[in-house]
């Protein structure tokens, strides 16, 4: 690619940015929030028109109008959301878009062999005819690499493919790639995970607000600290812990909380824990085990079967609106499903759910003049990247749509906070800056439950951690009392005494 040059408004995305990739390596994309990662190889798969520049393929000029120009070229991109149909299997999936035909009947055995034999050669053990619903997440993403596969991919893209993956997935993934790149295909990943980059990548390229800083650096001449100091151009903290000054008496609890799913499984059993004045209780666990019932059952989204939650000894209970008045802020695993208005400026995103407040209306009129210098005190503390918060929130990128609404909840006051996943996509520096600040919401004496598939985040942050696993609670401990091949044995269902062993 070549002086790639993009503007949006308000926003020069890429400032002439040359960019090469070559075959049979692993290509790992670093940068900030906002530094146009996402853009770039939007442009490369088609998805987006540069307003200049040009991209060559074996020296070959190519211009694309859309991602099937860039498929027949052998460009397939992984998105950070999957889009895959889960009521459809894995096969059907795969094949969706380019059926082969025999006659006007779609050829099922052709697409199913077909799928089997890279199955099979890539050792992915999925079965082709699992409804896609039923796979894990990093199975999932493992159909999404198989689509890829099947259209013959060349080229690999990955935008933030480990963010939903546990350790185990991701070294999974890895292996893929690695086998991926013996066979000459050439992988770009984008990843926020910097000690992942270190291990899979071949060669490191970083962007800052939209322009090439350095491309060709190795990961063997260097370390995450350094790297994070390259793409955020300070020293950032990664690691060190900060264990709560002074814990004090139940704040939060829950009481044989069991919830079923819209369809009437169980999907949290009978649990029950305190969280106390000054902790933040971390919940350790892979997608899909119940963790997403028990928010909704701690935020009013749902009513539980059975069971009793309580802030500061009274219960909880009543609608979402309820909790919210009572002092409960949340932040939602899903942003673009359940944290935000895609199509409503980034300003009214910042205020959901506390529209109703007195600093934000009076006799249900809105009072937009306070709102706006609301939001934009909100947008210069957390940093987020944009040129106007009347913009919709939409334009932002995946990092900085999740700042805002950390934001929202961050700059009001609560008694407790239930927390999913709160740096999801964001960079190293602004990650610092988002642990620090739920350090002080915990340091005033208040309650705080995150829930995170991240294992570093949730060790770090934590003062306490459980692990769920199907519905139950199978270990409560210290946060560093199990390593974190211990923890993942755990969250994948092996017993307490059979993780011990493995530690002794
Ligand atoms: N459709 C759009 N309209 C307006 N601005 C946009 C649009 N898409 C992206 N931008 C802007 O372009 C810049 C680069 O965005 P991009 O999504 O490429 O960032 P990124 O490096 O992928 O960040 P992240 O790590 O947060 O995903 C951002 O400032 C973003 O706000
Ligand atoms: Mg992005």
Not at 78 to 106: C, D, S
Not at 232 to 250: C, D, K, M, T, Y
Request: proline fraction near 4%.
């Amino acid at each position: 690619m070549s002086e790639i040059t993009k503007r949006y408004p308000g926003t020069l995305a890429l400032n002439k940015v040359d960019a090469r990739l070559e075959e049979g390596e692993i290509l790992s994309l670093l940068g900030e929030n906002g530094a146009g990662k996402t853009t770039l190889m939007k442009i490369l798969y088609g998805m987006e028109k540069p307003d200049a520049g040009e991209i060559f393929i074996h020296g070959e000029k190519v211009a694309f109008n859309n991602p099937n120009d860039a498929i027949a070229r052998g460009i397939c991109m992984v998105h950070q959301h999957f889009m895959l149909v889960p009521a459809f299997t894995v096969v059907e999936n795969v094949i969706a878009g380019i059926e082969p035909r025999k006659g006007v009947f779609i050829d099922r055995r052709a697409a199913e062999s077909k799928v089997a034999a890279l199955v099979e050669k890539y050792r992915f053990n999925i079965d082709p005819h699992a409804k896609v619903e039923s796979l894990s997440v990093g199975e999932q993403q493992r159909v999404e690499i198989l689509k890829a596969l099947y259209r013959d991919a060349k080229i690999l893209i990955l935008d933030e493919p480990s963010a939903v993956l546990t350790p185990y997935e991701v070294d999974e993934l890895f292996i893929t790639l690695r086998f991926l790149r013996e066979q000459g295909t050439s992988i770009v990943i984008i990843t926020h995970k910097l000690k992942e980059t270190m291990n899979v990548a071949d060669r490191v390229m970083v962007l800052r607000n939209g322009v090439l800083i350095h491309d060709d650096v190795k990961p063997a001449d260097t370390n995450p600290q350094e790297l994070s100091e390259m793409m955020v151009g300070r020293l950032i903290q990664l690691e060190a812990r900060h264990p709560s000054p002074r814990i004090g008496g139940v704040k939060f609890s829950v009481k044989n909380l069991t919830v079923k799913d819209e369809r009437g499984c169980e999907k949290v059993k009978d649990v029950s824990f305190d969280i106390r004045e000054g902790e933040i209780l971390g919940i350790a666990g892979i997608e899909g085990n119940g963790q997403c019932e028990l928010i909704e059952a701690l935020t009013g989204l749902t009513t539980p079967e059975s069971g009793e939650v309580l802030l500061d000894g009274k219960p909880l209970c009543g609608t979402a609106r309820d909790f919210i008045d009572r002092g409960v802020g949340h932040v939602p695993e899903d942003r673009t499903h359940m944290g935000l208005i895609a199509p409503m400026t980034i300003k009214c995103n910042m205020i959901l759910g506390y529209q109703d407040c007195p600093d934000m209306s009076r006799h249900k009129l809105m009072r937009w003049k306070e709102i706006a210098t609301y939001a934009e005190t909100c947008r210069e503390e957390f940093g987020v990247k944009t040129p106007t918060v009347e913009a919709p929130v939409s334009s932002l990128s995946g990092g900085n749509q999740q700042k805002v609404i950390i934001a929202r909840v961050l700059s009001r006051e609560h008694e407790a906070l239930i927390v999913a996943h709160p740096t999801r996509g964001i960079d190293v520096g602004a990650q610092e800056y988002i642990h620090n600040e739920l350090y002080k919401f915990r340091d005033k004496g208040k309650a705080m439950l995150l829930i995170s598939a991240d294992l570093d985040e949730v060790v770090k942050l934590s003062d306490r951690l459980l692990v769920i696993y199907e519905g139950r609670i199978v270990a409560d401990c210290a946060p560093e009392e199990f390593s974190k091949v211990q923890l993942g044995l755990l969250m994948t269902g092996n017993s307490l005494e059979s993780v011990k062993e493995v530690g002794a």
